[in-house]
């Protein structure tokens, strides 16, 4: 089990990564995520703060996509190397 979904507020994002290949979900050290211990969402005030983020990631690590979530875990979209 892994880190329960963070209570967002209003317009905040939640930012979740994965292995692109597997769609494993990872931590914030993108090491694979087995427990509940490690953290696994980060949570941004927008959606332009998160996607600015993930960006970043995957400038990096092309092996990585970011899936974007709102409240409720709804979710809104994924960036990948290919939104680059």
Do not use: W
């Not at 089990?1 to 692109?20: C, G, H, S, W, Y």
């Not at 211990?37 to 983020?53: E, G, L, R, T």
């Not at 400038?59 to 709804?74: F, G, P, T, V, W």
């Amino acid at each position: 089990m892994t880190e329960k979904f963070p209570d967002i507020q209003n317009l905040q994002v939640a930012l979740l990564r994965a292995d692109i290949s597997t769609g494993h979900v990872l931590d914030e050290n993108f090491n694979l995520a087995i427990n509940g211990n490690q953290k696994v969402f980060s949570v941004f005030d927008d959606i332009d703060c998160a996607i600015d983020f993930a960006k970043s990631i995957i400038s990096n690590k092309k092996d990585i996509e970011c899936n974007l979530y709102a409240q409720e875990m709804k979710f809104l979209r994924s960036i990948t190397y290919k939104d680059l």
